[in-house]
Structure formats: C-alpha cells, structure tokens
C-alpha cells in the first residue's frame, strides 16, 4: 500500500471547524482514502472514505484533490469528544485490509 | 449491545505462560481480525479470517496462532509469553463483499508480560 504523509500533532479549539492535512503523492489509481479515528483507550474507528469525489457523512468531510495526491478531512465544529488520533490511510482494497502509519495527534481546547 | 467484545480487558502474566484472548462481534459479519498496537502506538494487522479461512497472515511469531471456531468468534492463542508480547491487541470486524465495507474494533485487551 501506498505511503501517507501526516502532521503529528494539531490543537483546535471547540466549536472551531479543523482541517487535517494528508499526503499521499504515490497513490495509484485504485487506492481509496481511509480515515480512522482512535480516541484515547478505545479502539480505532471509521470516520469516512473515499475514491475520487468529495464525500460527506454525519461525522466529516473529505476534500480530495484533483490529482489525489493529497486530501483533507474536515471537522466542522470541533467538539472536545473530537479529540484523538486521526489516521489516513490509502487502500487497493474497498476497506478489506488497513495499514495505519502514525497518525495526527488532534487537540480540542475549550 | 456491544458489536465487537473481546474479553479479557486486561491481562497480566509471567514470561513463558500460554494465554488466550476472546473477540466475538454480533454484526453479521464474515471476516475478522486481530492487530497488535505496541507501547509506540503503531497498530499492525495481525492476522484475517474470512468465514473462518485464514487470509491474511502477517509476519507473526508462530506462537500466536489464531482459531475462528465459527464467524462470529475470533480467539487468540499466545504460547511462551515474551516481555516484547506486551501490547494492546485489537480485535476488528468487517462485511466481506459490497463496493465498502468499513472495519469495527472492539475495546481491546491490554497484555502485560512481566
């Protein structure tokens, strides 16, 4: 699977919209973008995915570039739940097999 | 209403003992996992069974041997406990087949190896 490229760490503060940064300039043409979350002492779990096309859902969006090199995931309004590690993750398969790398690191101050 | 429960919650052990972790998800699904997330935060997949056929098998010791007695169970089985075993093991379930299917983790299960 191909590489992702993610910031350590971001703050935010709540209520505020939050954009995470992800770059995968090495992605093919089949590789969706996965997003996960991890927050602190549970499991991992799905924020939101995509192939080509913008995508919205209850909890995000996701901006992907024209050339799919890189992609966003959007927070409109940061609450303090928000808070976690955020993992983008580039796939050939429709979510079947995930490959976390390090992750963002999102703090939400009040 | 737990979707994916694995038991126990916490678990200590002495080097050199046997020990088993449970994953039962009630999702309907007909693939499993495990992951292995270390004190560096790093999750890596372990292992996948898809209705109860090993398919994916990653670069584990053999003293980790995983059993699916059925889709809905996925147990691990570590012999000859070692300190480096000491991790968060997560348990994941998924829908094989669809255009998407996203995974579903459980809690997980802290190992300490003393």
């Known amino acids: 699977d191909a590489k992702t490229t993610q910031p350590n760490s971001m703050e935010s503060n709540e209520e505020e919209p939050v954009h995470l940064p992800c770059n995968h300039s090495?992605?093919?043409?089949?590789?969706?973008i996965h997003w996960y979350r991890q927050l602190p002492s549970q499991g991992p779990e799905y924020v939101i995915h995509?192939?080509?096309s913008n995508v919205n859902n209850r909890m995000a969006s996701l901006a992907i570039a024209e050339d799919r090199k890189s992609s966003t995931l959007i927070l409109h309004r940061a609450t303090l739940r928000d808070a976690a590690v955020y993992y983008c993750?580039?796939?050939?398969?429709?979510?079947?097999?995930?490959?976390f790398g390090e992750g963002t690191q999102l703090t939400v101050n009040p | 209403d737990t979707a994916v429960s694995q038991t126990p919650k916490y678990l200590v052990t002495q080097m050199g003992n046997d020990k088993s972790i449970k994953c039962e998800q009630n999702?309907?699904?007909?693939?499993m996992y495990w992951y292995k997330q270390d004190s560096k935060k790093f999750l890596k997949i372990m292992f996948s069974?898809?209705?109860?056929?090993?398919?994916i098998n990653e670069t584990v010791p053999n003293r980790f041997s995983p059993k699916s007695p059925d889709k809905a169970h996925l147990n691990l089985h570590i012999n000859s406990l070692e300190l480096g075993d000491s991790a968060v093991y997560f348990c994941?379930?998924?829908?094989?087949?669809?255009?998407?299917?996203?995974?579903?983790f459980g809690p997980g299960t802290r190992l300490t190896v003393l």
């Open positions: 999702l309907g699904h007909d693939t």
């Open positions: 069974y898809n209705n109860k056929e090993l398919i």
């Open positions: 995509g192939l080509t």
């Open positions: 090495t992605i093919s043409g089949t590789d969706y």
């Open positions: 993750i580039l796939s050939y398969t429709s979510g079947s097999r995930l490959t």
């Open positions: 994941a379930s998924r829908s094989w087949g669809g255009r998407y299917n996203e995974q579903f």
